[in-house]
């Protein structure tokens, strides 16, 4: 890192900021390594910029695109990563930790680069469907849509994750169209402007889309109109003060908080010291104490264990703990850093004590706790601290006071209800994690434990070696918590997305819902030509382009060849008395032949434009087709998605939905399904 500099704003697609402010240090010798800069940014100017700039940028890409940016993003710095490394380690953060905030920051925006290619459509509005008929005749239907919000998302970031925490909010953001303004911690926001120096040069971004602010919010939340959004990751009790803001009040501003809450681990009292589940438990409790030196949202704070095993537990754990090394991380078989900075280090010093009056001190600093490396003495290092709760049950303790920091409070109970009932008394946490190895007592607990936590994990022998861990948010799924943990919800795969976007109900004839939504709507207005659609490239199919195929008679010949070539010898397709002795009351055709023989009825068998048919959606057979019964097929184009892609041969081609209706004699329907297909186009 560099002599201390003056940090930088990143404004009106200006970095600004001249003059030194607050001094930030490094958390290894206490040298001062950076800045944050004195002058107030104009939060009007900001505003302005991402409202003209930013969202008309978003606006003039589809999801595809922004998928296709993402992707772009994440490779350009995943080729710059080191850069970011050598800054990361003056938080304190070792190799390991760093990996977790670089990479796991670029995980997520590979994650849903590779989401929106996959699930959402060309265009800018999703179409939550189905549709739903709203009348007897069939002319009057509703459905959902999402649409990107016109607003600004304003993020506000926790100093324990300054590249992750930015990108697993932005990721989704840019996705959905909506520009943000990014509020780092300040402790820490030289790791996060660092990483968005290197986004600004990769170039890929539309003007207004990522603004970065070092330093305090001003009166940002203050100008915020209803079309905006703000998140927040944090204290519990900076979150309440933020919610209550009097304007995001009174313009129903969204607001979603992850704030940082009493997590917990339980050992089931099924699990004994001879269990390799036992040691499973001990190990994941030791690691979410010494990972970012225990700075994580959701480490664990509470350990719950039988009370008959709470000897062997604290044992154990105080054995795995001597063999921690704290120091500066780029020292050889360091394991644990510093805190992010000195004020956390009296912050986690001044909650321990408070802790303290309810517990015993069963680990910490008295225990051989001899920071190595060279200036330490000034680093804002903190020994792994292991605490025994008196009386579980006791109000306030480790089920209200979170130490940030290396530090985890042992809990004993009788029963697997107690231990539930303890679990319960963080008032809402974003993870915890069940250690057994019987399926019953999962059974039980996880339903319990559910409405208190956000994620639960079931840790056992199976699962242990491909697990990802306790304290490991993923993109696909949920991030957040109830009560304590902020109430909100961030990542979750498409989630995250539909967060950013503005749901609207939409009523009217098949034929507009089809328009609206660019797909097809079921009763919408059809086209027939006499070119098969099976002819034509992805360019020149139109949405309801339609084929209605010619029929056929299903006969008693093609029940006995496709059960013989498919081996399906059901009764129901074969067994006369049996099937009338059915609620069919006859022998019926195989579900799969229905489909096959809609595929023969409209299927253009020359070499065209279709490459391939990889999957089916929606499937469902509605009423039986018995022998003699005559069905046809309607195939209708339902909806296009343009991914940019190319085949292995170099050739361009998109993805097309075609909806199938299967009808009988009587115009009843007999199946209904998308098919996926790959198109090529022209050029």
Known sequence: MPTAHVLQSFIGGQWIGQHAAQPLRSALNGEVIAHAHDEAPDFAQALAHARQQGLGGLAAMDFQTRAACLKALAKYLAERKEQLYE?????????????????????????????????????????????????????????????????????????????????????????????????????????????????????????????????STGDLLDRLQGQDVVTFTGSADTAAKLRVNANLIRHSVPFNAEADSLNCAILAPDVTPDDEEFDLFVKEVVREMTVKAGQKCTAIRRAIVPANLMDAVATRMQERLRKVVVGDPALEGVRMGALASHAQQADVAERVQSLLEGSDLLFGARDGFEPRGEGVAEGAFFAPTLLLARDPHADGGAHDIEAFGPVSTLMAYTDIDEALALAARGKGSLVATLVTRDPRI??????????????????????????????SPL???????????GGGEELGGLRAVKHYLQRAAVQGSPTMLAAVTGEHVRGAKVFESDVHPFRRYFEDLRISESLLTHRRTVTEADLVNFGCLSGDHFYMHFDDIAAKQSQFGKRIAHGYFVLSAAAGLFVSPGQGPVLANYGLDTLRFVNPVGIGDTIQARLTCKRKIDQGKTSPLGQPQGVVAWDVEVTNQHGELVASYDILTLVLKRS
């Open 442 to 471: 999962a059974a039980k607990a996880i339903p319990a434990a559910a409405a208190w936590h956000g994620r639960l994990l079931v840790l056992d022998r199976e699962a242990a070696a491909e697990s990802t861990g306790h304290g």
């Open 87 to 215: 800054i990361s380690r003056h938080s304190g953060a070792t190799r390991a930790d760093s990996w977790i905030d670089i990479e796991g920051g670029n995980a997520t925006l590979f994650s849903y680069a590779g989401l929106g290619a996959r699930e959402l459509p060309s265009g800018n509005l999703l179409h939550e469907g189905p549709a739903i008929p709203l009348s007897k005749g069939g002319t009057f239907s509703g459905t959902h849509i999402l649409v990107p919000r016109s607003g600004v998302a304003v993020h506000i970031n926790a100093f324990n994750f300054p590249i992750w925490g930015m990108l697993e909010k932005f990721a989704p953001t840019f996705l959905a169209g909506m520009p943000c303004i990014i509020k780092p911690a300040t402790a820490t926001s030289y790791i996060t402007e660092a990483a968005v120096r290197l986004i600004e040069e990769s170039g890929l971004l539309p003007a207004g889309s990522l603004q970065l602010v070092i330093g």
């Open 475 to 485: 993109p696909v799924l949920k991030h957040g918590g109830p009560g304590r943990a």
